[in-house]
Nanobody, 126 residues
Framework: QVQLVESGGGLVQTGGSLRLSCAAS???????LGWFRQAPGKEREFVAG????????VYADSVKGRFTISRDNAKNTVYLQMNSLKPEDTAVYYC????????????????????WGQGTQVTVSS
């Protein structure tokens, strides 16, 4: 079983940047990884995903061009670089791992992911 721990959240002004990290307790080579977020009163939504090799990435339209997902399999860590942050990016951000990932396929629905972190709060002030 893989345990995921997010870090890097915080309070930032509009236009600022944050880098989220998600460290896994064990090797997650072979797993696709994703970042999701959930704002108060809203459903959890897909933000970005990366294939197990790191060769393919997918982004939600709302963050495309502003956020970048990457992974370092040697460090068992996945990152989310968030630039040009907006108040609507305010949410709890979760990382997740899909153990049944097909090479090159990145799931965008939460139910496809098997392991989840506890979440880290990101607040963007206007």
């Amino acid at each position: 079983q893989v345990q995921l721990v997010e870090s890097g959240g915080g309070l930032v002004q509009t236009g600022g940047s944050l880098r989220l990290s998600c460290a896994a307790s064990g090797p997650f080579i072979g797993y696709a990884l994703g970042w999701f977020r959930q704002a108060p009163g809203k459903e959890r939504e897909f933000v970005a995903g990366i294939s197990w090799s790191g060769g393919r990435t997918v982004y939600a339209d709302s963050v495309k061009g502003r956020f970048t997902i990457s992974r370092d399999n040697a460090k068992n860590t996945v990152y989310l670089q968030m630039n040009s942050l907006k108040p609507e990016d305010t949410a709890v951000y979760y990382c997740a791992a899909d153990r049944a990932a097909i090479p090159g396929v990145i799931a965008t629905t939460a139910s496809r992911y098997d392991y989840w972190g506890q979440g880290t709060q990101v607040t963007v002030s206007s």
